[in-house]
């Protein structure tokens, strides 16, 4: 292609972001009275409307440009076209409208993992196990649907019906329901019970509207059963809104320890929050669990407690997103997400990790770099900028420029890896296994009320992991039981896992497997130790 050729295809696109950025101007920098330049690029856009010699959308034009637009101001200001803006906003809302189930594609097929407590779903009958053949009289049986296309099959505006045609074991028939679509609970809390007795862990999956009050309640709850120590998973928590982790920090800090400060080029966004004194749980030792995906509001939770010697941080250095967006809708029910300010935690560092304009996709790709360069497995493989130390209340050096580094580093546990534990799973086999095997058992499983109780349920270890070989050999992977007894554990306490899940909830799920999850074993040691002690007296250099 020459020059010339690439010049008139590039044109619109370059007309159009000219045209996105003046209006921007226009409205943010040019006062009245002024020159207006956004008279300038609609001239432009009208000329391309009118002139351009192929026929084109300018509407299509500005939307698609206006991502690559936001894409060269940083890594995380954003545009949601107004299509996606309501999935996206239920996801931290805390609640959607739905038919209340949770499910999963194993092989073309919609499985039902669990019918929520009171939602329309338990209501009509709908049972755990159930396969969904079709929503409303279409086949969707075989048709390789994404998560996603059935996320938007299932939702709908509350009070709307839907139809399913249910495929169930103990019917030969296809079941036929109509459901009207309810409020529907997002749950942020993954996990909450007694890892240890006096010891609670509580996993946090993201940060919504209701994460504090969801987290309050199942800390109030441990507490009523002796629980003074607590666990608080954020490994995988990309972060959301900030409030609810300045409300935990909150519960755990004596008043007036510094939570976060944020600092903007507009006076708006620039605050400092401090603790009132009004937390619960002022006197319990606490565990903060982190790893590479741990982010924004997960680092301003982790760096609160950790400038001001409250807890104890531990895991791998976390993202690094020190960035605080604003979601702004337009007229058209899309809107676009602009960071507006930085958060910089009580010691005063900021923990964003370096960026350049336009280059989001080098930014995207450093955790990939931390795995080359052996940081997921070695502390000492941490880059650590020496310029950015910054002290905490009792005098410890915490470093800024590049997320959270944990107090007590655990390496990235690939113990029990092998080519065959890689094959089944990229073939998704154990939670295949898993729900045939909890399907054929659903009704003596169905008795029990904890992940304690269907694990005794279970055939011994040997047994289990001999049944799975037999059954992955079946779907053409071969048992090579080199490689298979070096994976042993882990294919096992997986198994038992995803059965603890299909057969009650996501929480059984977590009890099970953080049986053997070294992050969680690291905590419990640490706490056995005395390291996450409650500072006989916070804000004092000791």
Known sequence: MNKSSRLIIFVPVIIAVAFIAGMLCDRYIFRPGSERPADKFEQILQMIDTYYVD???????????????????????????????????????????????????????????????????QKVGLLAGDRIVTINDSVVAGRNWTDEKVKKSLRGAKGTTVKLGIKRNSSAELLPFELTRGDIPVSSIDAAY?????????????????????????????????????IIDLRSNGGGYMEPAVLIANEFLPAGALIVSTKGRVEG??????????????????????????????????????DNDRGLIIGRRSFGKGLVQHQMELPDSSAIRLTVARYYTPSGRCIQKTYRLGEALQYETELASRYTNGELYSPDSIKIDKNLAFQTLTGRTVYGGGGIIPDVFV??????????????????????YAFTYTDLNRAELSKCKTAAEVLAKLPPADTLLQSFVDYAASQGIPARWIYINISRNLIVNQLQALICRDALD?????????????????????????????????????
């Open 269 to 306: 966004p620039n605050s400092a929050t401090y603790a009132d004194g009004t937390g619960a749980l002022q006197d319990a030792e606490v565990v903060i669990l982190i790893d590479e995906y741990s982010a924004s509001a997960s680092e301003i939770l982790a760096g609160a407690l950790q």
């Open 194 to 230: 007694e890892v240890e007795p006096g010891t609670g862990l509580i996993k946090i999956n993201k940060f919504g509207r209701n994460t504090f009050g969801e987290f309050l309640n199942e800390a109030v709850a441990l507490k009523a059963k002796g629980v003074n120590r607590f």
């Open 55 to 121: 026929k084109l959308d300018t509407d299509s034009l500005v939307e698609m440009t206006i991502p690559h637009l936001l894409a060269t101001l940083d890594p995380h200001s954003a545009y949601i076209p107004a299509s996606d803006l309501q999935s996206v906003n239920e996801e931290l809302d805390g609640s959607f409208s739905g038919i209340g189930i949770t499910f999963n594609m194993i092989g073309d097929t919609i499985n039902v993992l669990e019918v929520l407590s009171g939602g329309p779903a």
């Open 411 to 432: 390496p990235n546990d690939t113990t029990g890896f092998s080519t065959y534990y890689i094959n089944v799973v990229n073939a998704g086999l154990l939670q295949k």
């Open 506 to 542: 996501q929480s059984a799920y977590y009890q099970a497997i953080n049986r053997i999850d070294t992050g969680v074993k690291a905590a419990v040691d640490a706490i056995k130790k005395g390291e996450a002690k409650v500072p006989v007296k916070i804000g004092a250099k000791q």
